[in-house]
């Protein structure tokens, strides 16, 4: 089944500890992208990536870091949490470059930061 | 600024009756795409119908239609025959095609659906 996988699914931490939200897609996608969603703001793009080790600032990258090393996978690292970071991450891949195809997006991470 | 703009944070539609939910976007380039999704309440965010700038018909997917009027900027959903399960969360999206290809959402319209 072609999926976008991410894991955690939920997750409370505490501020300043580094955590990583996995991302894995079987699509064989060459774009990838990571949004939050915060209410009344709708979705925001963090970083994106057109291919292995091409990586790009969405709107809102403060206070995040991703990577590309294979194809499929695109963790995103937030190294030392804070609390305005609580939100509900979704990671998403498109099978175009161009941005004439829809994205997939997998069922979501909702991080709580304390 | 390349910005989407969604007025409306909340609409009802009579179940079997049409709604449109509107959507302005502003961008200076010639080469985008429109998308809208829909998020219901389980968190999902379901692709709905697609519009390319160049596109000179109005996308349609089954119940689904986008009504673009390009030199309004506006690429609105229309959705025919209202189900129960429409109700959701709505969001219209942006791409870009050269220079950057950031994604951007407007803010979403919550439509409740009732009997």
């Known amino acids: 089944e072609a999926q976008v996988t991410q894991n955690p699914r939920y997750l409370i931490t505490v501020t300043g500890k580094k955590l990583t939200v996995t991302c894995s897609q079987n699509m064989n996608h060459e774009y990838m992208s990571w949004y939050r969603q915060d209410p009344g703001l709708g979705l925001r793009q963090i970083y994106y990536s057109m291919n292995v080790e091409v990586t790009d600032k969405g709107d809102v990258p403060e206070g995040y870091k991703v990577s590309r090393k294979e194809k499929r996978n695109f963790p995103l690292i937030l190294e030392s949490p804070s609390p305005n970071q609580t939100s509900l991450y979704f990671c998403?891949?498109?099978?175009?470059?161009?941005?004439?195809?829809?994205?997939?997006f997998g069922d979501g991470t909702r991080l709580s930061i304390l | 600024a390349q910005k989407i703009t969604q007025t409306q944070p909340g609409m009802f539609v009579q179940e079997k009756e049409a709604v449109t939910l509107d959507c302005t976007y502003d961008t200076s380039d010639q080469s985008y795409g429109l998308f809208w999704y829909k998020q219901p309440s389980s968190g999902e965010m379901i692709f709905l119908i697609y519009q390319g700038s160049y596109d000179e018909q109005n996308a349609t997917e089954g119940r689904y239609s986008l009504n673009f009027q390009k030199a309004r900027k506006s690429a609105n959903l229309v959705i025919s025959a209202s189900q129960l399960g429409d109700s959701a969360m709505y969001f219209c999206?942006?791409?870009?095609?050269?220079?950057?290809?950031?994604?951007?959402f407007g803010t979403g319209t919550r439509l409740k659906v009732l009997a």
């Open positions: 999206a942006m791409s870009h095609t050269s220079g950057t290809y950031k994604y951007i």
């Open positions: 998403a891949s498109s099978s175009d470059t161009g941005g004439n195809q829809p994205q997939h």
